[in-house]
Nanobody, 118 residues
Framework: VQLQASGGGLVQAGGSLRLSCAPS????????LGWYRQAPGKEREVVATLTLTTLRDIETLVKGRFAISTDDAKNSFDLQITNLKPEDTAVYYC?????????????WGQGTLVTVSS
C-alpha cells in the first residue's frame, strides 16, 4: 500500500491545519489508520490512530486539539489540528496497517512538514 500525505506547511501559533493521507488501497481493506510525528532531535511519536473495525479513536495525543477522521468519498483520512503550538512543529507521517493470513503489514507515508511559528 502506498500512502500520499499532503497539507503540511507554515502556520502561525493558534491556527489550524488539516493533513490528508490517501492510501492506494481501499480504506475498507485496512485495519488501523494513524498519524505520527517526529520533531527534530526527538523520536517518532503517535498523534492519533483509528481502527476501522469499530471506528473507535483508539489513541489521540491530545484530545481536543487533534482529531482523526475518514472520508470514504475521497478514500482518504485526515488529521485536523487546532490551536497549533510551536511544539507541534514536526514531520507528520501517516500510517496504515493491514491484516492478512494472521500477519500484520505496516505502511508509512513519506511525511509532510508542519512548521508552527510563534
Amino acid at each position: 500500500v502506498q500512502l500520499q500525505a499532503s497539507g503540511g506547511g507554515l502556520v502561525q501559533a493558534g491556527g489550524s491545519l488539516r493533513l490528508s493521507c490517501a492510501p492506494s488501497a481501499s480504506l475498507h481493506s485496512l485495519n488501523t489508520l494513524g498519524w505520527y510525528r517526529q520533531a527534530p532531535g526527538k523520536e517518532r511519536e503517535v498523534v492519533a490512530t483509528l481502527t476501522l473495525t469499530t471506528l473507535r479513536d483508539i489513541e489521540t495525543l491530545v484530545k481536543g486539539r487533534f482529531a482523526i477522521s475518514t472520508d470514504d468519498a475521497k478514500n482518504s483520512f485526515d488529521l485536523q489540528i487546532t490551536n497549533l503550538k510551536p511544539e507541534d512543529t514536526a514531520v507528520y507521517y501517516c500510517y496504515v496497517d493491514q491484516l492478512y493470513a494472521g500477519s500484520r503489514y505496516e505502511f508509512w507515508g513519506q511525511g509532510t512538514l508542519v512548521t508552527v511559528s510563534s
